[in-house]
């Protein structure tokens, strides 16, 4: 059954630094997202993307966050300069179409744990 | 106010007894859908079961069914014939009319712990 995946699975860094989190996203899927999990609160939306562009973010996602499909395949999440409280799980999760048909289910990643030291 | 109120933080259930896990939003939008997943000890977010606002009819999928009362603004999950591997938290999430986007809203979760 074709799934969405992510590396890395974990990813330490240091305060200031820049990450690069990647997800493949089912192949015949056109809606991208992600999302983040705080430890033990609930998961929260940043941004959606489709059609090569953002579609919609939230309020977490300032100028410190950008994404790209740089290929066919892939769907990245950038942070420049990673804060304390950036540390959360973060999900890609995909969908084949937006809307009420049914469809527009989303399906998770297994996330990217991020730690920021 | 919450879109998505989940109001059991957690729960105890006996092996092969069903449980219910409750679920309430608050929308004014009449286009929706609400979703339930399941995030186990190991973190990844499983998608079990999908209401579409306008469907008449209950979604159910295998062990798990979804009583939807529109009226009451609730989706309640039922799990039947519970299994130990279904121990794990539960979120409810709503995607909220087309004009809001696709973005899903989530609940706080619920913890279940089937006991053997």
């Known amino acids: 059954e074709p799934e969405v995946t992510q590396t890395p699975s974990h990813q330490v860094t240091q305060m200031g630094q820049e990450v690069i989190l990647r997800c493949v996203p089912i192949s015949n899927h056109l809606y991208f997202y992600w999302y983040r999990q705080i430890l033990g609160q609930k998961v929260e939306f940043l941004v959606s993307f489709y059609n090569n562009e953002i579609s919609e973010k939230s309020e977490i996602f300032d100028d410190q966050f950008s994404v790209e499909r740089p290929d066919g395949s892939n769907f990245t999440l950038k942070i420049r300069s990673t804060k304390l409280e950036d540390s959360a799980m973060y999900f890609c999760?995909?969908?084949?179409?937006?809307?009420?048909?049914?469809?527009?289910?989303?399906?998770f990643g297994p996330g990217t744990r991020l730690l920021v030291l | 106010a919450q879109k998505i109120t989940q109001t059991q933080p957690g729960m105890f259930v006996q092996e092969k007894e069903a449980v219910t896990l409750d679920c309430t939003y608050d929308t004014s939008d009449p286009s929706y859908g609400l979703f339930w997943y399941k995030q186990p000890s190991s973190g990844e977010m499983i998608f079990l079961i999908y209401?579409?606002?306008?469907?008449?009819q209950n979604a159910t999928e295998g062990r798990y069914s979804l009583n939807f009362q529109k009226a009451r603004k609730s989706a309640n999950l039922v799990i039947s014939a519970s299994q130990l591997g279904d121990s794990a938290m539960y979120f409810c999430?709503?995607?909220?009319?087309?004009?809001?986007?696709?973005?899903?809203?989530f609940g706080g979760g619920t913890r279940v712990l089937v006991k053997p």
């Open positions: 999760a995909s969908s084949l179409k937006a809307g009420t048909s049914g469809k527009e289910t989303q399906y």
């Open positions: 209401q579409g606002s306008y469907d008449q």
């Open positions: 999430a709503m995607r909220e009319g087309l004009a809001a986007g696709n973005k899903l809203t």
